[in-house]
């Protein structure tokens, strides 16, 4: 049965939600509020939460499509990518899950029915694994489900890793953890391969479909395992994968959306050949990184943005060798929305910022790669006669300006160079090590803060509240009672404090049990619990003790304040800029809010004030903010936009005000919308490629920013002898006087340049025949001595020179070789004889070469040796 990758994914989801599992949209590939993953790599990340305790859904059975992203590290080879046929930055990942639900038994027979039944995959195509010691899968596999125990295979621990194996999975070296059971599909006797287990396992004959893994322990530090109270069910099964074999081929680059990519990648770039691998590299990498900028990650030089240009220059690479003259990556964005759009709406939605984004990051690294070349002339004119170019420039090349080593070898082999691979080789291992180790998060997931309470908010209505202390914590302690000075966690049955989320910081206040006193300074979410952060100012807190909750009224509504701002700023920014404007981080306090959205350019001053004046319109309007609890998907429904990185349960809380802005909001606003006062943007800037960021004010703290700006400009006033409405013209006025002494002085210089030139002809000697003139000159800067080294080499149209002067005790050195000389003397090996010995370097072209050095009592020496070296070369 023939299935496309589409109705494939839609067939699993509808099968688990037959069987009484929640569908669950796709998780962001940025993983929320958890540092020990760079992308979301699995279908269980957005549920780890779940397994470990610390959250509680309301639902025990799920499933889901899981966008996934593996690009470095342990997890994927990128320089692999397109020349195999199952390595991927990207691929989707089709999961069921179960939290203390059902177990093995109804695991393998969903997973056996959806294969056999729903997909119609023959039975005797399918070969499953149990790990060595499971007794209880292998029988469900052989008695309940049939399988011959000739295609059962039971697999054991890996040799030299203690606890990993094929069949046990666990979640880090501590933790919650399980044996595995895997299907596999059998391609046939035509492809090499064995099974399993065998020495020739590693064939491409035998594929790994699904994982079903068996989360049953809790492993300890020292490597013991305990029971874990509700045994659960991860399960995950690549698309592209089960996709290549409904449709009849090996190569996951073969199937319906790969084949479609690599066409539209083909016509664009202008070849035919489609077997070609620098097709499947393209096709594999638009997905990555339209995804991944469609969930928030830009371009850069860090962190998750440095991955990603790293995927998007590879991708240009591949294109520009296939022959591609203009930009062509982002042309691909249209065709993946199509295949994959109506799966994930968040990409349909950004399809404008995609692309813009990959248009102007690929335009960069077409400039970059000329720096690059530029780069190589200047390594090149430092080797002298060596003729092989170290690995480490080699490297240098490859890891700031994304030239590959075949690169660098095409552009230097007709001017007769080499390179040093086997040292290029060694310094990228160093740079595959350190990625592997920044991807290896080592966290003891059992000494992570737990907390089994849950907190209500009651803060919405009020911020004083009667409570109960449920928990107290010292460190990652639970304890019975706190003492004077003791900076500890604080758990309620309920409180009015806000705990930080979706941009807004947590409240502050008190917290009273008679006369004992609880500062706290910030408040957070740990699972289901608010906890109280802070120290004791007085008195002792004991566990299950009655407590006044007190919050910061004054900083809380001017939070509030702030918070609401930035809903109507939002609103306002899509207004003016356009519908391509998205959320892409925000943080709200009481003294400032701070804005980033995804934009492509500066924004100028006349559309700031037309997007300030729309915020300031919609608060004197003082519209009613209202604020509903419907289901989420009411909410989406209704047209509120949901905040980028915030994480939200099936029932979420609007907000609107007026019809001017309609959101997706957990955090607490201002009653009306003229409860603000007054907005004022304070600054507007890039913080990463298509990404701006806006800072402003609102409420008493816009007031304030505004009186603080008069208080400048009178001073300022007052400096330039002016009154405030005529500073700017009295400025003008006085740079203009300043531009006409700086003209004067440059005049003057030049002219006491022009005359030392005069004078130092008189210092030119021959040696061997030719006019050789080295001096140092005085009271000169770097740029005079430029225009004073093109002066005398116009005046004697044949010699060789080398100056110098000496600035804030710095060395400054040029050299010139008029052109019928070149071939004897070299500009820049003859100011590297100067510059060595002033601890110093320098290079150049050959006719003209300039350079530094910091040892100023070695220059005259220097200098005096250039005749000595001059004499074995003219």
């Known amino acids: ?22 569908v669950v949209d796709s998780s962001s590939l940025v993983p929320h509020n958890d540092p020990t ?76 029915t959806f294969l056999t039944k729903v997909l119609q995959l023959p039975q005797e195509k399918l070969l499953v694994t149990v790990y060595e010691t499971d007794d209880e899968a292998y029988n469900i596999w052989a008695n309940e489900m049939g399988v011959p125990a000739d295609r059962i295979v039971r697999i054991g621990d890996n040799k030299g890793a203690p606890y990993a194996s094929d069949n046990f999975w666990q979640m880090g070296d501590t933790g919650p953890c399980g044996p595995c059971t895997e299907i596999f599909y059998d391609h046939g006797e035509h492809i090499w391969g064995g099974r399993p287990g065998s020495p020739e396992e590693d064939g491409d004959r035998f594929i790994e479909i699904w994982n079903v893994v068996f989360m049953q322990f809790n492993r300890q530090v020292d490597g013991s395992l305990e029971p874990l109270p509700k045994p659960s069910v991860d399960t995950g099964m690549g698309i592209e994968r089960i996709s290549a074999i409904m449709q009849g081929v090996h190569s996951n680059y073969e199937i319906d959306i790969f084949k479609a990519l690599i066409q539209d990648a083909a016509k664009i770039v202008g070849v035919t050949d489609l077997e070609n691998k620098s097709l499947r590299v393209i096709a594999d990498h638009i997905r990555s990184c339209a995804f991944l900028i469609a969930d ?40 993946l929305v199509t295949l994959m759009g109506d799966a994930y709406p968040e990409l349909k939605s950004q399809q404008p910022v995609v692309e813009r984004v990959l248009k102007l990051e690929e335009e960069q690294f077409v400039r970059t790669l000329d720096r690059g070349l530029s780069l190589l002339e200047d390594e090149l004119s430092r080797l002298g006669d060596v003729r092989e170019i170290p690995g480490a420039v080699v490297f240098k ?62 803060g919405y209505e009020k911020t004083i509240d009667n409570a109960v202390i449920t928990g107290i914590y010292l460190g990652d302690e639970a304890v019975s009672s706190l003492n004077v000075g003791e900076q500890a966690l604080i758990v309620l049955d309920h409180t009015p404090f806000y705990a930080e989320s979706g941009g807004q910081m947590g409240d502050v206040g008190l917290l009273r049990s008679g006369e004992a006193l609880f500062a706290v300074t910030d408040t957070q979410k740990v699972g289901q619990a608010i906890v109280h952060k802070g120290f004791v100012e007085q008195g002792v807190f004991q566990l299950n003790a009655a407590v006044e909750a007190v919050v910061d009224n004054s900083r809380r509504n001017a939070t509030a304040l702030h918070h609401s701002a930035t809903h109507l700023l939002h609103a306002a920014l899509r207004n003016v800029l356009g519908e391509h404007v998205a959320q892409k981080g925000s943080q709200v306090g009481p003294d400032r809010l701070r804005f980033d959205f995804s934009h492509f350019e500066a924004i100028n001053s006349a559309v700031l004030r037309q997007i300030e004046q729309s915020v300031n319109a919609e608060i004197r309007k003082n519209a009613l903010i209202d604020t509903q609890l419907m289901s989420l998907d009411e909410a989406k429904t209704s047209g509120a936009m949901a905040l980028f990185g915030e994480k939200y349960g099936d029932e979420v809380r609007v907000v609107k005000m007026g019809g001017f802005s309609t959101e997706l909001c957990g955090g607490t606003h201002a009653t009306h919308t003229g409860d603000i006062g007054f907005f004022k943007i304070i600054s507007e800037g890039g913080i990463a490629a298509g990404v701006r960021r806006i800072e402003a004010v ?8 505004i009186h603080q700006l008069g208080e400048q400009l009178d001073e300022a006033a007052a400096i330039v002898k002016s009154d405030a409405l005529s500073v700017v013209s009295k400025i003008r006025q006085m740079q203009e006087r300043s531009r006409l002494l700086e003209r004067e002085i440059e005049m003057l210089k030049a002219k006491l340049a022009a005359q030392a030139g005069n004078d130092l002809l008189s210092q030119i000697v021959r040696i061997n025949g030719e006019q050789v003139l080295v001096a140092q000159l005085d009271d000169v800067d770097a740029k005079s001595l430029r225009t004073t080294m093109d002066d005398l080499k116009n005046r004697l149209q044949s010699a060789v020179l080398l100056l110098a002067t000496v600035n804030d005790d710095k060395v400054s050195l040029i050299a010139g070789v008029t052109a019928d000389l070149t071939s004897k003397v070299k500009a820049g090996e003859l100011v590297n004889v100067v510059a060595q010995q002033v601890g110093g370097k320098g290079g150049g072209r050959p006719d003209m070469a300039q350079a530094g050095g ?15 070296w001059l004499e074995d070369r003219l």
């Open 698 to 705: 609102a409420g008493e703290a816009a007031l304030a920013h």
């Open 37 to 112: 993953l760079l992308f979301t790599n699995a279908g269980m990340n957005q549920f780890k939460d779940v397994f470990l305790g610390g959250d509680v859904r309301p639902y025990s059975r799920a499933t889901t499509a899981q966008r996934c992203v593996r690009a470095g590290g342990k997890h994927n080879d990128l320089d692999n990518v397109g020349y195999t046929a199952r390595h991927h930055t990207f691929f989707e990942m089709l999961g069921n899950f179960s939290f203390g639900d059902y177990f093995k038994q109804d695991a393998i027979k969903f997973a056996w």
């Open 1 to 22: 049965m023939h299935m496309t990758t589409s109705e494939i994914r839609t067939a699993f989801l509808e099968y688990f939600r037959s069987q009484g599992h929640q």
């Open 854 to 868: 910091t040892d100023v009592a070695a220059l005259p020496g220097a200098l005096k040796s250039v005749h000595t």
């Open 397 to 458: 090349l490859y890891d700031t300006y994304g030239f590959p080593a075949d690169l660098t070898a095409d552009v230097v082999r007709d001017r007769g160079y080499t390179i040093d691979e086997t040292a290029f080789q060694q310094e990228m291992e160093k740079q595959r090590e350190r990625a592997k180790e920044a991807s290896n998060f080592a966290v003891d997931y059992n000494k992570q803060l737990k907390i089994e309470q849950s907190s209500a908010f009651c």
């Open 296 to 335: 928030g990650v830009m371009p850069s030089n860090e962190g998750r943005g440095y991955v990603l240009r790293r995927i998007i220059r590879r991708a240009v690479r591949h294109g520009r060798k296939l022959g591609a003259k203009d930009t062509f990556f982002y042309q691909l964005v249209a065709t």
